[in-house]
């Protein structure tokens, strides 16, 4: 039965390759296949430059003077102090010591892990990671 369908199909494939009594072959039976070739996906993860903010909330600082802090307490040490409106990208919100309300904020527990400030990778301009911020002081 194999051997019957085997001649059968070469039969069709000769006849198809006898030609017909067109005098040219047709352009579609010349032409290229138009298929693209195959592809495959990377698997290899792509990371952002150093110089873009990660994923994060951006905020502002609600009033001048608000402190940038090396840790997430008031007793650590002042990396510098953000003008009203600064942006700030925020990338956790973390537990740390309390603060007291000031004229513009209120108090909390609460602290904001900072990585840019108005666009500026804060390791480039205070040579740490991040920085922390009172989050009572932000909008």
């Known amino acids: 039965m194999l051997r019957r369908l085997l001649a059968a199909g070469l039969v069709l494939v000769v006849a198809a390759g006898c030609g017909s009594s067109a005098a040219s072959p047709s352009a579609e039976a010349s032409a290229p296949p138009t298929t693209a070739p195959i592809v ?46 600064t942006p700030v990208n925020v990338v956790d919100t973390v537990k740390g010591a309390s603060y007291k309300a000031g004229s513009c904020g209120t108090g909390g527990k609460e602290w904001l892990k900072i990585d840019f ?9 205070y040579g740490v990671d991040f920085a922390y911020a009172a989050s009572g002081f932000f909008k």
């Open 40 to 85: 495959a996906p990377t698997e290899e993860p792509v990371e952002a430059p150093s110089d873009v903010p990660s994923a994060g909330t951006i905020m502002t600082s609600a009033c001048a003077a608000v402190g940038l802090r090396k840790a997430p307490k008031s007793g650590a040490a002042v990396l510098g102090r953000l003008a009203a409106d």
């Open 117 to 125: 400030v108005d666009g500026v990778a804060v390791s480039d301009t």
